[in-house]
C-alpha cells in the first residue's frame, strides 16, 4: 500500500483499497492529472476559504500546526490538509477544527475515486482533490494546505491565489522526485534544486515568507519569485522577520526588521528548531489582512499547538509500561539529515544516553540519524517499517541488533536507570505505529 491506509470502517476501508491500488509509492509529479480530476469535480480548488499553503523539507508539518493553533485562539475555524497520517487516514483532513468522519470520508472518496477513472490519478491526487472537495462544501474562515512532495509540480500546487505561501526548513529529501533531470530545467547544485521546486508554490502578488538560509539558496528562491512576481519576506535581523528563545528560554522573542514585535511563551513543542516554525507560521499571519489576529492570538496559538510524532515524549500506555516507571521514551518520525541534527540539538546538554530504536525505509541514508547522535548511543536497534521496504540492523553498524516489532525492542533494553533514554525515530509509518500500540491516537 501507498501509505499503509487501513481503517477500522468498512466503508472507509473499501474505498482506501481502491485508493492503494492506484499507486504503489511511484507516483508521477505534475499538474496535469491534478487538474483534470478537479475540473471532473467543478474545481473545487477555486471555492476555498482563505489558504495558507507551505511548503519545506521539515518543519512544514509544525508550521501548519502553528498556524491552526493562532486561527483557533482566535475564534475561528480552520481547514487543514496535510500528509502523512500516522495512524488513521482520517488525519490527513480536517474540516474546521475536527478530523473528518468516517461515513464523510467514505462518501467523499468514492465521489472522487469515480471521477478518477481512467486518469491514472495517483493516490495523492485523489486524496488532495478529496480534500479540496470537502473544504469547499464546509464552511471555515481559512484553509491551511500543507504541500506533500516538492511544490513546483505537487497536487496542491493547482491552487491558483493563496492567501499567503511560506517555506520552512531546506534540506536533501525525495532525491528520485526532486532532483530527477527535467526538460526546461537547468541543472544546478542539488540543494538549489530543491529549493526551486519548492519556490514553485509562488504566486504573483501573494507574500512569499522565507526561512534563513544559505545565499545561493535564497538566491534560487529569489529568482523564482521575481520571475512570477511573488513579495518575499524573509528570515533575517534586518528586512524581515526574526524569532529566538529569550529570558533563558521562558519566552519566544518575535521582531520585524529591527522592531520587536512582541515577548510570548514558548512552544510547547520540544526543540529548539520549533522557535523558527513558530515564527514562520507568526510571519504568514503578520503578512495577511484578511484574518484579523490579535497579539494574545497570537501567544495562544503558539503556547498551545501540539503535531504528533514530532520529538513527542510519550505518555503512560502499554508500550511505556515494558520500561521501568519514569523511563523518557521520545517519538520523532524524522528520517534526514536535518531531523538527525534537530535531534542531537534537542538532547545536547543531557549526559544521559540514548538507546535508539530506529526503523527506516529502504530509500532513506541510515547516517542521517545516526551520525548526529553517534557520541550519545548506548545501543540501537533495528526495526521493520510495516508495509514498506525497510533497512536491516546491519544498515546501522556491526554493534546494532535486531528485533521483530516496538515492543520486543523495548523489552531487550538494559537500562541503566536515571541515566539513560529511549528515542524510537527513523519513520513517520514507524512513529503512527507507536502511538497506535501506545493508545495515543491522534486527534
Not at 69 to 95: C, D, K, M, Q, W
Not at 167 to 182: C, K, Q, Y
Not at 281 to 295: H, N
Not at 399 to 428: F, K, W
Amino acid at each position: 500500500m501507498a501509505d499503509f491506509a487501513i481503517s477500522s470502517d468498512l466503508a472507509v476501508q473499501a474505498q482506501l483499497d481502491r485508493l492503494s491500488a492506484l499507486s504503489p509509492g511511484r507516483d508521477v509529479l505534475g499538474l496535469e492529472r491534478i487538474t483534470e480530476l478537479c475540473a471532473r469535480l467543478g474545481n473545487p480548488q477555486g471555492s476555498l476559504p482563505p489558504v495558507f499553503h507551505v511548503a519545506g523539507t521539515n518543519g512544514k508539518g509544525s508550521t501548519c500546526a502553528f498556524l491552526r493553533g493562532v486561527i483557533e485562539a482566535a475564534g475561528l475555524t480552520t481547514h487543514v490538509y496535510s500528509s502523512p497520517h500516522l495512524v488513521r487516514f482520517n488525519e490527513r483532513i480536517r474540516l474546521a477544527g475536527t478530523l473528518i468522519e468516517d461515513d464523510a470520508l467514505a462518501a467523499i472518496l468514492s465521489e472522487v475515486l469515480d471521477q478518477a477513472e481512467g486518469l491514472q490519478a495517483s493516490f495523492f491526487e485523489v486524496t488532495t482533490a478529496a480534500a479540496f472537495l470537502a473544504f469547499s462544501r464546509t464552511p471555515a474562515d481559512a484553509c491551511i494546505i500543507e504541500v506533500g512532495l516538492g511544490g513546483r509540480l505537487d497536487a496542491t500546487n493547482i491552487i491558483k491565489q493563496p492567501l499567503v505561501c511560506g517555506i520552512a526548513s531546506l534540506g536533501i529529501d525525495h532525491e528520485a522526485f526532486l532532483l530527477a533531470p527535467e526538460d526546461g530545467v537547468p541543472d544546478m547544485p542539488p540543494l538549489e534544486r530543491i529549493a526551486f521546486e519548492k519556490a514553485g508554490i509562488a504566486k504573483r502578488s501573494v507574500p512569499l515568507v522565507t526561512m534563513d538560509y544559505a545565499p545561493a539558496i535564497a538566491a534560487r528562491i529569489a529568482t523564482v519569485a521575481e520571475a512570477v512576481g511573488a513579495p518575499i519576506f524573509a528570515k533575517g535581523l534586518y528586512g524581515g522577520w526574526a524569532a529566538k528563545p529569550g529570558d533563558a528560554d521562558r519566552h519566544l522573542v518575535y521582531g520585524e526588521d529591527d522592531d520587536c514585535y512582541f515577548h510570548g511563551p514558548p512552544p510547547a513543542m520540544p526543540g529548539r528548531h520549533q522557535i523558527n516554525n513558530a515564527g514562520l507560521a507568526i510571519a504568514m499571519l503578520r503578512r495577511q489582512s484578511t484574518l484579523q489576529v490579535s497579539e494574545e492570538a497570537l501567544k495562544a496559538g503558539v503556547a498551545n499547538a501540539r503535531w504528533p510524532a514530532r520529538l513527542q515524549r510519550l505518555g503512560q500506555g502499554p508500550l511505556t509500561e515494558l520500561l521501568p516507571e519514569g523511563t523518557e521514551i521520545w517519538l520523532d518520525g524524522g528520517h534526514n539529515v536535518d531531523a538527525g541534527l534537530a535531534l542531537a540539538h534537542h538532547f545536547d546538554g543531557d549526559d544521559k544516553r540514548i538507546h535508539l530504536i530506529i526503523g527506516m525505509l529502504a530509500n532513506k541514508d541510515p547516517s542521517a540519524i545516526i551520525a548526529p547522535v553517534q557520541e550519545r548511543l548506548a545501543s540501537i536497534t533495528a526495526l521493520p517499517v510495516p508495509g514498506h521496504e525497510w533497512h536491516p540492523a546491519s544498515a546501522f553498524g556491526e554493534n546494532a541488533a535486531a528485533a521483530a516489532d516496538v515492543a520486543a525492542a523495548l523489552r531487550a533494553i538494559a537500562l541503566d536507570t536515571g541515566r539513560e533514554i529511549v528515542l524510537i525515530a527513523g519513520s513517520l509509518y514507524l512513529a503512527g505505529e507507536v502511538l497506535r500500540l501506545n493508545g495515543e491516537m491522534p486527534v
